[in-house]
T-cell receptor
Framework: NAGVMQNPRHLVRRRGQEARLRCSPM?????VYWYRQLPEEGLKFMVY????????ESGMPKERFSAEFPKEGPSILRIQQVVRGDSAAYFC??????????????FGPGTRLTVL | EDQVTQSPEALRLQEGESSSLNCSYT??????LFWYRQDPGKGPEFLFT???AGEEKEKERLKATLTKKESFLHITAPKPEDSATYLC?????????FGSGTQVVVTP
């Protein structure tokens, strides 16, 4: 009964490169959320997705960041042309189908991105 | 503007010394108040969900309560393994808005 899986756990990129972070939700979960935790700051919502749909991207930076959750395969958070300020822990969470605003979200272990 | 505020920022307890953590919120359309525990280098671990004022939930040495403006996490007779950062989050239409957390250290 695997939980939320994220990979890689650690990712190092140089400025200007692309970062791809992957998230496989818990079995039976159809909703995926991405959060970012900057050093010494709290968790901040980025985006909420269902299969093939972006439901809420109000927390996503306007440029360089994108997310998808295809019909098959994991959810992907993509950061183009990374800058040092993108260095953070990125967490994925999932919840079961139903009334999502009342459902618990279960978090993965996170991907720690370091931009050199 | 929606806001979730936790206090204190840090709490140092002797083993067995009970205490409470506070989470105050101003969130329009609140759908649930969540408590998580986060250990260093790990993802948040779900503890409780509270939906309405007056509701209480318990798990081992932890008890969470909810009023119309705040939630409390009571830690009764804590042990060193209860050392962690405790996060509260308000749910509004799917996304969670987190407080900055209370870092709890329990010493033997």
């Amino acid at each position: 009964n695997a939980g939320v899986m994220q990979n890689p756990r650690h990712l190092v990129r140089r400025r200007g490169q692309e970062a791809r972070l992957r998230c496989s939700p818990m079995k039976g979960h159809s909703h995926v959320y991405w959060y970012r935790q900057l050093p010494e700051e709290g968790l901040k919502f980025m985006v909420y997705l269902q299969k093939e749909n972006i439901i809420d991207e109000s927390g996503m930076p306007k440029e360089r960041f994108s997310a998808e959750f295809p019909k098959e395969g994991p959810s992907i958070l993509r950061i183009q042309q990374v800058v040092r300020g993108d260095s953070a822990a990125y967490f994925c969470a999932s919840s079961p189908p139903g009334q999502t605003h009342t459902k618990e979200q279960f978090f993965g272990p996170g991907t720690r991105l370091t931009v050199l | 503007e929606d806001q979730v505020t936790q206090s204190p920022e840090a709490l140092r307890l002797q083993e067995g010394e009970s205490s409470s953590l506070n989470c105050s919120y101003t969130v329009s359309g609140l759908r649930g108040l969540f408590w998580y525990r986060q250990d260093p280098g790990k993802g948040p671990e779900f503890l409780f969900t509270l939906y309405s004022a007056g509701e209480e939930k318990e798990k081992e040495r932890l008890k969470a309560t909810l009023t119309k403006k705040e939630s409390f996490l009571h830690i009764t007779a804590p042990k060193p393994e209860d050392s962690a950062t405790y996060l509260c989050a308000a749910s509004s239409w799917g996304k969670l808005q987190f407080g900055s957390g209370t870092q709890v250290v329990v010493t033997p």
